[in-house]
């Protein structure tokens, strides 16, 4: 698992974390009960606080995505594949608005958006 923390981001620290974690188990490049690296080996990897990083993993386990097992350190739970879907659908969403914002911001009419995604869509 690579994470890539971008400090010059607006998105906090422990954010891009879990965002990038979640996305790692929601794809199955981590997979049910795989152990995720230390809070301090992840900070001093990350060259973030410590503390940063157990409040992503705290936040992940309130998720459901990891468990903590204490002295064992924390492990991937099963993901529920409506839950899956659900995340994959909310990621499409909201591409799908930013590219209607973009459409909008340079004169797009809807009527040329939706007959360009239906272009799309005949041609995959």
Not at 81 to 88: G, R, Y
Not at 92 to 97: A, M, R, S, V, Y
Not at 112 to 119: A, I, Q, R
Request: charged residues 30%; hydrophobic residues 40%.
């Amino acid at each position: 698992m690579k994470i890539i923390i971008q400090h010059s981001s607006m998105m906090p620290i422990y954010e891009q974390l879990v965002e990038q974690i979640k996305a790692a188990i929601l794809q199955n490049e981590l997979k049910e009960n795989d152990a995720l690296p230390s809070v301090r080996s992840l900070a001093k990897e990350l060259k973030i606080s410590a503390l940063t990083v157990k409040k992503s993993y705290d936040a992940l386990e309130q998720e459901g995505m990891i468990t903590t097992v204490h002295g064992k350190g924390s492990f991937v739970c099963g993901v529920n594949p409506a839950l899956k879907w659900e995340e994959q659908l909310k990621g499409i969403q909201d591409e799908l608005e930013g590219i209607v914002t973009k459409a909008r911001l340079v004169g797009m009419k809807d009527k040329d958006l939706m007959e360009l995604l239906e272009l799309l869509l005949e041609e995959s």
